[in-house]
């Protein structure tokens, strides 16, 4: 059964002071992992998808970097609009288009 | 181009009461999928649609729960009868390429039933 781990379940950042998100998983034949931004009331925002160990992408300040065991969502010097819940999710396995979701990592910046 | 939409945004009924829910996808995208989260817990999926059949319903609680998709476009997901633990938010989805299984699902603004 695949498992995602995401950690620390909360993360207090001042504004500027960059960090980074972890998102630990065990999957039997990655096909895909995503990060989601959400936020309070809303549906998971589509930010980055990552297919293979190596492969590293960038928005702004945000960075997805992608291991055999394990993603980083690293955030450069945050803002406090860059506050929010950050979801980490596998799709693997041969004719299984599922999703498994992590719980996320609550984000607040503090200006 | 317009998001996944879903309705309504809120629903909250007696137990014993039945609900229907509505997604519906961007346009051009043949994979549909629900997902629910109940308070605590991590987002899990429900069923996958391809086009108008039923591609995985593993995730599916129990024959309580039906969902649809007649003509391959909107889906409805309906609890009938609804129970206390059917609490959650119920999150549409839909995405374009059906061969890899690794395409960005984009999510819709979610349902959130209350069953008193």
């Known amino acids: 059964e695949d498992q995602v781990t995401q950690s620390p379940e909360a993360l207090r950042l001042q504004e500027g002071e960059s960090s980074s998100l972890n998102c630990s998983y065990t999957?039997?034949?990655?096909?895909?992992l995503f990060w989601y931004r959400q936020d309070p009331g809303k549906g998971p925002e589509f930010l980055f998808t990552?297919?293979?160990a190596g492969e590293e992408k960038e928005k702004e300040r945000l960075k997805a970097t992608l291991t055999k065991k394990e993603s980083f969502l690293h955030i450069t010097a945050p803002k406090p609009e860059d506050s929010a819940t950050y979801l980490c999710?596998?799709?693997?396995?041969?004719?299984?288009?599922?999703?498994?979701f992590g719980k996320g990592t609550k984000l607040s910046v503090i200006p | 181009e317009a998001g996944v939409t879903q309705f309504p945004s809120h629903s909250v009924i007696e137990k014993g009461q039945t609900v229907t829910l509505r997604c519906d996808p961007i346009?051009?995208?043949?994979?549909l999928y629900w997902y629910r989260r109940v308070m605590g817990k991590e987002i899990k999926f429900l069923l996958h649609?391809?086009?108008?059949?039923?591609?995985?319903e593993s995730g599916m609680p129990n024959n309580r729960f039906l969902a649809e998709r007649t003509g391959g476009t909107y889906s409805t997901l309906k609890v009938q009868p609804a129970e206390l633990e059917d609490s959650g938010v119920y999150f549409c989805?839909?995405?374009?390429?059906?061969?890899?299984?690794?395409?960005?699902?984009?999510f819709g603004p979610g349902t959130r039933l209350t069953v008193l």
């Open positions: 346009s051009g995208h043949d994979n």
């Open positions: 649609f391809v086009k108008e059949s039923k591609q995985d």
């Open positions: 990552l297919y293979s």
């Open positions: 999710a596998v799709a693997s396995g041969a004719g299984s288009y599922q999703l498994t």
């Open positions: 989805a839909s995405s374009r390429i059906y061969l890899t299984g690794g395409d960005t699902q984009y």
């Open positions: 999957v039997s034949g990655l096909r895909g």
